[in-house]
Every structure is written in C-alpha cells, then in structure tokens.
C-alpha cells in the first residue's frame, strides 16, 4: 500500500524575544512527530508518514497571518499553534475560512474560542479561569491590601490582566492602580514611580517572562517590595535569569494553565526526562503541550480512518477523556478544554517551586 502522507503544521514565535519558548513548543511538535512515525500509524488501512511543516510567527499578528495562510495553502492536515492569543486569534479566521482544524497548546485568550469557529481548539484553561484565580489568591492568601496591575497591550496581557483585576474585587479586593507598557519596553521607571506612591503590597503584570524580568530589577531599583503575580506568560524556568538576580524568596507567584496530579506527575515526569535525553534542554514550559495536541489530532484521524480535515474535525470535537501526559482531554462546545487545571508557582534560590494545582 502507498503510504498516506499527513502534513501537520505547527506556528509559534522560533524568533524574537520568546523565541526559548516558541523553540520549546516546535520541539514538542517534532517529538510527537518522530514517535508517531516510529510507531507506524494506519490511518483508513493505509500507513501514515507523518511530516512537520514548522513557522515561525516571531509572536507578531501579521506574520501569524502570513503563516497560517502559508500552510493552508501548502495543504496541510491540521495545524498545532500559535504559542500566543495575539497571533492565534487572527490565524483561527484563516484555518475556520479553510477547514483546517488548529489546536493551541498554549493561547489562552478566552476570545480564541468564541468566535463561532467548529475548527478552533485548545488544551490549556483560559484566561477567564487563570486570572480570576490569581486574583482571588492575591486576596485570599497573599492579602494583598493595595493590588496593582500593569499589563502589555498584548491580547493576551491585557487580557488576563483585565480577568485578574475582576477576581480581585469579586474576592472584595482593592486595586489602586493600572497601568500599562508594551511587549518590546525595557524602562519602567515611570510607571513604577506612579504605582509607588500608592504603596502597593501586590504588582500584577500581564505579559512575558522577557519584560517582566527587567520590571523585577526596576522594582527592587526603587525599593518597591511588593510581591509580583503574573500569569503563565512570566512562569519560567528563565525568569530568575531575566530579572539578574533580583528576586526575593517567595517574592513571585504565578500560574500556569495546565498541572498535573497524583498519576499524571509520573507521565510528565518521564515526557521531561525523554525530552531532555532526545534533545539536550530541559522543558521550558508548553511542549508536553504541543505533544499532546499533536497526538490527540492523530488519535481523530485514525478514529475517523481518515486525515482528511472535513472527515475527521467532527471527531477531533468529540475527543473525549483522552489520556495525554498533561492529564486529561475532553473538549467542550466552544473546542475549550473540560476542567483544566492550572498550577501555581513561586521562586526559591533562583528554581521554580510548585505551591498548587488548582482546578
């Protein structure tokens, strides 16, 4: 039998100033990649080959556009990305207007599956969910007084900034300033000058681990010693990096969308050993992410004995309860996952430590 080759399209920022990320992300892709064509996949009784085409979308809309376009035209069976909401929202129009189903492992924007799109798909909670929470932690159990948030402009900082700032006045928080920066700024002087004379015991950011990290040295500049929150944009292994040193013990708490507990650690223990044997880094944040998202787009086409994106899309919506190494994916209406979980951190002696998996 000839063999049915299956062309997966995978975008995310391989350029720029989360290119770590977005390298992390295209590695999970190629993983899953290697290990589906080793197992020798039959797809409608013939045997599957498997081939990556990988974009890069240096985290910038219009190139996110440029991207998608350039793999739908290349006609590719499915899409894994973008990393971010800011590039992953516009590039669902073209996949939607195409028929090319998109998983993000990572775009976490509650717009990205509200659009009406039956190709659009994620496997991490949203915004809605991962701001509200740390904004009710900021109350609850940091209890933060005076809240400050500061977010990028981005889709995805502004967003979860915006939901932050709701979970602290639902948990009957105050927050006595906003104010806001943009994704490539290095001086913050200003607006850190303005927030301290409001004394803020907490300083939410919205965005990236590469601002942030400059933001925690300004911070300590002025003598500010609030703790710093932020969602999963700024929750890496880098951070401690970025920021030169500067951050106390226990200083920062963030979050990241996904987690896994009791069984599933081991999984994704074995998936960061195997990842760092196959390639020689250690995970950064989203690449079981990607794994995952590769392989439950799979999982559809051998289901529907095709790999054809019209055939197998109703059954890639009907994934329910499958086992990946980052827990367990059910979608919704909305292509949302079910009960995702997030997981929240802080930093020690310049490492990243697990305080919670919350759901």
């Known amino acids: 039998a000839q063999d049915l080759v299956v062309k997966i399209g995978h975008v995310?920022?391989?350029?720029?100033?989360?290119?770590?990320?977005g390298k992390d992300n295209e590695l999970g892709a190629r993983m899953a990649i290697d290990e589906l064509n080793a197992k020798g996949v039959m797809i409608g009784g013939k045997k599957a080959k498997f081939e990556l085409l990988a974009e890069d979308d240096a985290g910038d809309p219009k190139q996110g556009t440029a991207a998608a376009q350039k793999l739908v035209d290349s006609k590719v069976n499915g899409v894994i990305g973008h990393l971010n909401s800011g590039t992953s929202i516009p590039a669902s129009k073209v996949y939607s207007d195409a028929g090319v189903p998109q998983i993000s492992p990572s775009a976490t924007n509650p717009k990205f599956t509200r659009n009406g799109y039956k190709t659009t798909f994620r496997v991490v909670a949203d915004d809605?969910?991962?701001?509200?929470?740390?904004?009710?932690?900021?109350?609850?159990?940091?209890?933060?007084?005076?809240?400050?948030?500061?977010?990028?402009?981005?889709?995805?900082?502004?967003?979860?900034?915006?939901?932050?700032e709701k979970g602290v006045k639902a948990a009957g928080g105050k927050v006595v300033g906003r104010e806001f920066t943009n994704d490539k700024a290095t001086d913050f002087s200003s607006i850190l000058t303005s927030l301290k004379g409001k004394k803020p015991d907490v300083i939410f950011f919205g965005g990236m681990d590469a601002v942030a990290g400059?933001?925690?040295r300004q911070m300590k500049q002025l003598g500010i010693e609030a703790k710093f929150m932020g969602g999963d944009?700024?929750?890496s292994g880098e951070l401690p990096k970025l920021s030169g040193g500067t951050m106390g013990d226990g200083q920062v708490v963030c979050a990241e969308a996904g987690g896994v507990e009791g069984e599933s650690k081991?999984?994704?223990?074995?998936?960061?050993?195997?990842?760092?044997?196959?390639?020689?880094?250690?995970?950064?944040?989203?690449?079981?992410?990607?794994?995952?998202?590769?392989?439950?787009?799979?999982?559809a086409m051998e289901k529907a004995g095709s790999a054809d994106p019209a055939k197998y899309l109703p059954v890639l919506a009907k994934t329910e309860?499958?086992?990946?190494?980052?827990?367990?994916?059910?979608?919704?209406?909305?292509?949302?996952?079910?009960?995702?979980?997030l997981t929240l951190y802080t930093y020690k002696g310049g490492a990243r430590e697990q305080i919670a998996v919350v759901r």
């Open 12 to 21: 995310g920022p391989t350029s720029g100033g989360i290119a770590h990320l």
């Open 266 to 299: 081991k999984s994704m223990e074995d998936f960061k050993a195997k990842f760092k044997e196959k390639y020689k880094v250690d995970v950064q944040i989203y690449a079981p992410y990607v794994y995952d998202a590769t392989k439950v787009m799979v999982a």
């Open 233 to 235: 944009g700024i929750c």
């Open 321 to 341: 309860g499958y086992k990946g190494v980052t827990g367990t994916i059910s979608f919704d209406g909305k292509g949302d996952i079910k009960n995702g979980a």
């Open 214 to 216: 400059p933001m925690l």
């Open 128 to 164: 809605v969910h991962l701001g509200g929470t740390l904004g009710k932690y900021a109350v609850t159990q940091l209890k933060g007084k005076a809240i400050a948030v500061i977010d990028d402009r981005t889709a995805y900082g502004q967003g979860v900034a915006d939901e932050f």
